[in-house]
T-cell receptor, first 115, second 111 residues
């Protein structure tokens, strides 16, 4: 079945450092891909998405490119801030029988940014 | 923010007791989901609904049941709670576009 693998954390960076969180997927076809972020004590919220190969999703300085050749969707940011400290989840979209869709999530990567 | 309310937000119960978690939405979205979040597992789908009285199982449905009698409410029931069901439960809604909107979570502890 479809699955998502992302790098384990925690990842600890200094403010203004470059961030990469790796995500690879296994899927039939070319599903839409997402990055969600979870701040402490909150639910998940969509950070960015890409719906087809070579698409680049971007939001709040974060970017990820849908690479079908390497089945990857790595999250990057050029200069992280303390406020980016959170757990980041990579996910892919599955179509469900009966309609609708569901997200299959990776295990999450905790990011800690220090001054 | 998407209008999703989960209740209760925190609950402590004992093994063998029934527990019901409620998810209420004000967005009139067709699709609703219950996920559980556990360390090392990410989020795993328990059950989902694609309309009133239309529900189906997710990947970790054993020990859980759901009901959806109105568009806005999706209930998750643990008929006889076990310690393995200690978790954080998230409700999510979708209009079918691929993006899911999540509630703030319900933390359940089964002693």
């Amino acid at each position: 079945g479809n699955s998502v693998t992302q790098m384990e954390g925690p990842v600890t960076l200094s403010e203004e450092a470059f961030l990469t969180i790796n995500c690879t997927y296994t899927a039939t076809g070319y599903p839409s891909l997402f990055w969600y972020v979870q701040y402490p004590g909150e639910g998940l919220q969509l950070l960015l998405k890409a719906t087809k190969a070579d698409d680049k999703g971007s939001n709040k300085g974060f970017e990820a490119t849908y690479r079908k050749e390497t089945t990857s969707f790595h999250l990057e940011k050029g200069s992280v801030q303390v406020s980016d400290s959170a757990v980041y989840f990579c996910a892919l979209l599955n179509i469900l029988t009966g309609g609708g869709n569901k997200l299959t999530f990776g295990t999450g990567t905790q990011l800690k940014v220090e001054l | 923010d998407a209008g999703i309310t989960q209740s209760p937000r925190h609950k402590v119960t004992e093994t063998g007791t029934p527990v019901t978690l409620r998810c209420h939405q004000t967005e009139n979205h067709r699709y609703m989901y219950w996920y559980r979040q556990d360390p090392g597992h990410g989020l795993r789908l328990i059950h989902y609904s694609y309309g009133v009285k239309d529900t189906d199982k997710g990947e970790v449905s054993d020990g859980y049941s759901v009901s959806r009698s109105k568009t806005e409410d999706f209930l998750l029931t643990l008929e006889s709670a076990t310690s393995s069901q200690t978790s954080v439960y998230f409700c999510a809604i979708s209009a079918g576009t691929g993006e899911l909107f999540f509630g703030e979570g319900s933390r359940l502890t089964v002693l």
